[in-house]
Structure formats: structure tokens, C-alpha cells
């Protein structure tokens, strides 16, 4: 097993902080970094694969510094967001270059199963240019792994996956995971991470907002306060009546209808039908206000 650890981690591009003072070590198994644009997530991936340096603080993989540290790629494997594949080679070409450069004993058969581990070797001799974005997303993910390491690191490895292409990288993950391999990747999709990690890191603004199994985080979003929109067949009377409710904290009634900020969200979803139903009050809309991501990660930064 090959750990990657950070130890008060700091990254800063003038008088911007990109990542702010994070510790976490990451192990066996499959780990989502999950987190809204702009996180700092990528710059945590790059500096776990040493292309750019901590300000502050170390990051190690297998006990070793990532930084000016090449034989590190020996047992690291990455896939960056930003696609750089030429077009004109064939998704064959690409990958047994990879496996060249790692200086592999048979290129041939490394690149061989690579490809059929992502389910590419049936288009394995078109051009990249030719493939579709979950095709060459698949074949960059085949060269990370053509020399089979114990790191696997991959910045939003699902995007432009169609729904079967990303149940099968899903299942792969899980795979490599449940081999021993150290696995992180990022997203800032919830239920991706839902489905494929058994822990999770969130980071937010540059800071590790929350970390742990994913029931753990879901939870800490879940009980978060909500705001709900509402429309009824009297807003006045329904208002009136959910002030008195322990789960909500405050009511306010425009022409629009009904905002009410409940401290949580299951306590309120429940006691909500209860209270029309006694009033004698038909709900006919209730619509939850602060869903975006970035409502919930900022709640998990300030909890």
C-alpha cells in the first residue's frame, strides 16, 4: 500500500490562496475529492503529482516528496482536466507511448491490457481526433495505468461519460481500489462521489471543509439549514401556524409566497404535510431555495 500524505499543505499565487493549510493522509481504496469550481481541487491534484510546489507545508507519496521527484511516476498515475491528447495519433499509438516512457519490459502487452481495461482495444487504432470525449477520456485514463500504480489520481475522470461508459469506470475505480491501489478523484458532483468512494474530502475556498465516509458528509449537508420556497392556498394562515413549529427558525411572506428557514431539513419535510393538513391548507409548491453546491460547501466551511 502506498499512502499520500499532506502535512499543513499551502499553495498561493501572489496574494491569492489556492489551498489553505491542509493535512490529510490518503490510503488503499477509492476517495473522492469533492468540492464547486474553483476549490483549490486541481491545485491539490497537481501538487500530489508534483507539478507545482507547496508554499507551505509537504506532500509525500510512499513517504517520498512529490517535488523535482521523477521516480515518483513510477508508482503515480495521472489524468488532468484539461485535455492535451494529438489528435492525430491513434488511441494505440498514445498509450504504448506511455508505456515507453515508463521503460516497461513488454510496451506491447502493457498497452494491450491497459486498453482493455477501459473497454478501448475495439477503437484502439483510430485517431484521437475521431473519438468522442468519453472515448478519449477513457484512453488517457489507459495511459495512467499502463504501468499499473499504486497512485491513481484523476481531476473529474467522468466528464463526458455517457451513462454506461461511466458505470464501467465507476466499477473500475472499485476494482483498483479494492486491489490495494491508493485512488483519489475529484468532482464536484455529489452523487458521483456517492457511487464510486468510501471516503471524502471536502474542500472548499482552498480549505478542507469536512472528511469522512460519505454517509458522514451527507449527513452534515443534510441537517444543514435549509430555505424553502412555498405556495399555498393561504400564506398568511400557513406562516402563522409554521412559526410555532421547533424546526423552523423564521418565516417571511411576500407577494411570492412563503420563505421559511428551517434549522433541518428532515424535521421540517415531515412536520410541513402535518400542519397544512391540520390548518385545512393545500400546499402547492415547495421548492427548496438554497440547493446550489456552493450554499452546502460553504455551510460545511462555517460548521
Known amino acids: 500500500m502506498t499512502d499520500v500524505t499532506l502535512a499543513a499543505v499551502s499553495r ?29 481541487k486541481t491545485t491539490l491534484l497537481h501538487m500530489m503529482a508534483g ?20 521516480d515518483v511516476y513510477r508508482q503515480l498515475g495521472l489524468v488532468v482536466e484539461r485535455e492535451s491528447v494529438p489528435g492525430y495519433l491513434s488511441g494505440w499509438d498514445f498509450v504504448l507511448a506511455s508505456a515507453k516512457l515508463h521503460q516497461l519490459p513488454d510496451p506491447r502487452a502493457a498497452a494491450e491490457r491497459a486498453l482493455g481495461l477501459v473497454e478501448m482495444a475495439e477503437f484502439q487504432q483510430r485517431r484521437l481526433s475521431t473519438y468522442s470525449k468519453g472515448m478519449r477520456q477513457r484512453t488517457r485514463v489507459a495511459a495512467a495505468l499502463v504501468h499499473e500504480p499504486a497512485v491513481l489520481l484523476l481531476d473529474e475522470p467522468f466528464n463526458g461519460m455517457d451513462p454506461r461508459q461511466r458505470m464501467h469506470m465507476m466499477d473500475l475505480l472499485h476494482r483498483l481500489g479494492d486491489e490495494g491501489r491508493t485512488v483519489l478523484f475529484s468532482s464536484h458532483i455529489l452523487e458521483e462521489v456517492e457511487q464510486v468512494s468510501g471516503t471524502v474530502q471536502v474542500i472548499v475556498t482552498g480549505r478542507l471543509a469536512a472528511s469522512g465516509d460519505y454517509r458522514t458528509i451527507r449527513r452534515l449537508m443534510t441537517h444543514r439549514p435549509h430555505v424553502f420556497a412555498i405556495r399555498s392556498s393561504d400564506d398568511r394562515r400557513l406562516a402563522t401556524a409554521l412559526m410555532g413549529l421547533e424546526s423552523v427558525a423564521g418565516v417571511s411572506l411576500d407577494t411570492a409566497g412563503l420563505t421559511v428557514h428551517a434549522g433541518d431539513y ?6 410541513l404535510p402535518k400542519t397544512a393538513l391540520t390548518e385545512g391548507i393545500r400546499v402547492h409548491q415547495l421548492v427548496p431555495a438554497d440547493e446550489s453546491l456552493e450554499s452546502v460547501f460553504a455551510y460545511l466551511v462555517s460548521a
Do not use: E
Not at 17 to 31: E, H, K, P, Q, S
Not at 51 to 70: D, H, I, M, Q
Not at 266 to 271: D, E, I, L, Q, Y
Open 266 to 271: 428532515g424535521t421540517f419535510t415531515r412536520a
Open 51 to 70: 507539478f507545482l510546489a507547496p508554499s507551505k507545508g509537504t506532500v509525500a507519496v510512499g513517504g517520498k516528496p512529490t517535488w523535482r521527484n521523477p
Open 12 to 40: 498561493w499565487y501572489g496574494n491569492v490562496v489556492a489551498v489553505n493549510d491542509i493535512t490529510m493522509t490518503l490510503g488503499a481504496g477509492v476517495t473522492g475529492l469533492l468540492g464547486p469550481n474553483g476549490a483549490g
